[in-house]
């Protein structure tokens, strides 16, 4: 860590954006209460409380994010307030600007009341590290202030970040290729469109990335809007760091991912050799099933995530392949379409009885094949996220990494690669959760969380085991790789503040690491105990430190 960047010299940097943002409130709130007094002397009402809507949006977007809720609460109803009189078509006399200013006296109430009793929670970290590898978040927000902020906090999960006023900035910069884009669906001449969606759709039309949107709002036309520019997500201000991390992780995963595995079914040799080719085309993996004989086997081999196979074949049809398929426990939520000419609706719904899940009509179009496919899969593999990841860290759970173990321990002995289990746990994390409480707990154990899927490759395992306890499964590495790893992680954490509202303070883990080189032959269970074990000498060494299984230690 370098000197200016030590917590006993350098002043907090989330402290000095909150101050900057607390000194711009007074002026802005200034700004407001005249702005409130020219509406109610003009004779141009109607344009000065529009701009005073626009006013307090912002303010109620930014002011939870540094911790003045109160404040940001109230301009929130305030907005809202205006917001209905302007959707009735109101007049510049039915607006009761009496009432609205005193409203907007209580916002200076509540910012001395937030600034006594704040409850902001968050984190910050040392400077970003210039890890070219490490995915780029391009972040337009016009707030310059709550910019820095945000940047400052994704560079604690290991993001690189380029921060921009406006999405032009963004698109003119063509040095830089960006993994995801955040942004503000206020930034940039959106308001002044008479349709925001088609004046984002045009925009984002030349971003190739996966976009998130961060809005003041929580309503239907706020996330309405996000789905129609093609946002993958939208986060509601004050932002919820770690979610939103969490969030960028996933999308940035999903981009990555394999191809979708779909299975075929069909007896005409040369609609299959035209639907492997425009599948394939687009990076599908295909297996192409002509005999329906082979059904079974060849699903078993294959581990389809999605069917396709057609409704009326000479020997057998594709209901009956259906049903046969549900008869295993296994293959009950793989999807299955069934491509057909049948329009006749009792047949079809006789199909959709015996296990089919929905019909593509004969012709179908590539565009439409391509992009029923893509959504069945991503659906199935959203489902599946959802039973086998914990909620608050995206990990595998307890079950699943257990059974992830068993199945890299039997690849690691067919391949004769080294294998490494590693165990993980938070050191004093009773002291945090009875300190600062369970809300600020949950964002330590979801820090790490999100660290432990920035550092790690693709391949490894990664699971909540319970609490505050982690492991990781990491094939094709030995115990001396794992621990350079594992050891990055650690001093990476140690860096990051977790502050609530009077102080800051920071955690520490310790590892156990135990490999198949060590320890040839056991089963997951007993390679687990030996991690386990591992990590108790950790603990006994003092905490922060990782500990590799010895037969020696295992011995004694």
């Known amino acids: 860590m370098a000197e200016n960047d030590h917590p006993d010299v350098l002043e907090s940097k989330l402290s000095r954006l909150r101050a900057a943002y607390r000194s711009r409130l007074n002026d802005e709130l200034e700004q407001i209460n005249l702005q409130a007094s020219a509406a109610q002397e003009s004779n141009e009402a109607l344009e000065l409380i529009t701009t005073l809507s626009h006013r307090l949006h912002k303010l109620a977007g930014s002011a939870g994010t540094f911790g003045f809720h109160q404040l940001g609460q109230r301009a929130r109803r305030l907005e809202r307030r205006i917001q209905a009189w302007l959707d009735g078509n109101g007049t510049d006399d039915s607006f009761d600007l009496e009432r609205f200013k005193r409203g907007l006296?209580?916002?200076?109430?509540?910012?001395?009341?937030?600034?006594?009793?704040?409850?902001?929670?968050?984190?910050?970290?040392?400077?970003?590290?210039?890890?070219?590898?490490?995915?780029?978040?391009?972040?337009?927000?016009?707030?310059?202030?709550?910019?820095?902020?945000?940047?400052?906090?994704?560079?604690?999960?290991?993001?690189?970040?380029?921060?921009?006023?406006?999405?032009?900035?963004?698109?003119?910069?063509?040095?830089?290729?960006?993994?995801?884009?955040?942004?503000?669906?206020?930034?940039?001449?959106?308001?002044?469109?008479?349709?925001?969606?088609?004046?984002?759709?045009?925009?984002?039309?030349?971003?190739?990335?996966?976009?998130i949107f961060m809005g003041g709002h929580e309503d239907?036309?706020?996330?309405?809007?996000?789905?129609?520019?093609?946002?993958?997500?939208?986060?509601?201000?004050?932002?919820?760091?770690?979610?939103?991390?969490?969030?960028?992780?996933?999308?940035?995963?999903?981009?990555?991912?394999?191809?979708?595995?779909?299975?075929?079914?069909?007896?005409?040799?040369?609609?299959?050799?035209?639907?492997?080719?425009?599948?394939?085309?687009?990076?599908?993996?295909?297996?192409?099933?002509?005999?329906?004989?082979?059904?079974?086997d060849t699903t078993s081999a294959f581990q389809p995530e999605l069917v396709l196979m057609d409704l009326q074949m000479p020997q057998v049809t594709g209901d009956e392949l259906a049903a046969m398929l549900r008869q295993f426990d296994k293959w009950n939520n793989l999807p299955i379409l069934f491509l057909t000419q049948e329009q006749n609706q009792r047949s079809r719904a006789q199909a959709l009885m015996r296990g089919g899940d929905d019909f593509i009509d004969k012709p179908v179009s590539d565009e439409y094949l391509l992009k029923t496919c893509r959504n069945r899969v991503r659906r199935l593999r959203d489902m599946q996220e959802a039973i086998s990841l914990d909620g608050l860290t995206g990990l595998?759970?307890?079950?699943?990494?257990?059974?992830?173990?068993?199945?890299?321990?039997?690849?690691?002995?067919?391949?004769?690669?080294?294998?490494?289990?590693?165990?993980?746990?938070?050191?004093?994390?009773?002291?945090?959760?009875?300190?600062?409480?369970?809300?600020?707990?949950?964002?330590?154990?979801?820090?790490?969380?999100?660290?432990?899927?920035?550092?790690?490759?693709?391949?490894?395992?990664?699971?909540?085991?319970?609490?505050?306890?982690?492991?990781?499964?990491?094939?094709?590495?030995?115990?001396?790789?794992?621990?350079?790893?594992?050891?990055?992680?650690?001093?990476?954490?140690?860096?990051?503040?977790?502050?609530?509202?009077?102080?800051?303070?920071?955690?520490?883990?310790?590892?156990?690491?135990?490999?198949?080189?060590?320890?040839p032959g056991l089963m997951g269970s007993q390679l687990l105990e030996q991690a386990d074990r591992a990590l108790y000498v950790s603990k006994e060494s003092g905490r922060n430190c990782v500990s590799r299984a010895t037969q020696e230690d295992s011995i004694s």
Request: aromatic share 6%.
């Open 105 to 211: 006296t209580e916002l200076g109430n509540l910012l001395d009341a937030d600034d006594k009793a704040s409850s902001g929670v968050g984190l910050e970290s040392a400077d970003a590290s210039d890890d070219s590898h490490s995915p780029l978040v391009a972040v337009v927000e016009r707030d310059s202030i709550l910019a820095d902020y945000l940047a400052h906090q994704l560079r604690s999960f290991g993001f690189r970040v380029h921060s921009y006023q406006n999405p032009h900035d963004f698109l003119e910069d063509t040095e830089v290729d960006a993994h995801l884009l955040l942004l503000d669906h206020r930034a940039g001449p959106s308001e002044a469109a008479a349709l925001p969606s088609n004046h984002w759709q045009a925009l984002l039309d030349q971003v190739s990335c996966p976009v």
């Open 396 to 519: 595998l759970r307890h079950a699943n990494i257990k059974e992830a173990l068993d199945t890299e321990l039997q690849s690691a002995g067919r391949s004769g690669n080294p294998l490494s289990v590693v165990m993980l746990d938070i050191d004093h994390f009773k002291h945090v959760n009875d300190t600062y409480g369970h809300a600020l707990g949950d964002i330590v154990i979801s820090t790490l969380g999100t660290l432990m899927a920035q550092h790690f490759r693709g391949s490894d395992r990664l699971g909540r085991y319970g609490g505050e306890e982690f492991l990781a499964v990491l094939p094709n590495c030995d115990a001396k790789a794992a621990e350079r790893l594992i050891n990055r992680l650690r001093e990476d954490f140690s860096e990051i503040r977790f502050v609530d509202s009077e102080t800051s303070f920071t955690c520490t883990l310790s590892a156990g690491i135990a490999d198949t080189n060590a320890f």
């Open 220 to 296: 239907f036309h706020a996330r309405l809007e996000a789905v129609r520019a093609g946002a993958e997500s939208y986060f509601v201000k004050p932002l919820n760091i770690p979610r939103v991390a969490a969030r960028i992780t996933r999308s940035i995963k999903q981009r990555d991912q394999r191809g979708e595995r779909i299975l075929i079914i069909d007896d005409d040799a040369q609609l299959l050799q035209h639907l492997e080719t425009v599948l394939t085309r687009s990076g599908m993996i295909v297996q192409p099933l002509q005999d329906p004989s082979r059904l079974l």
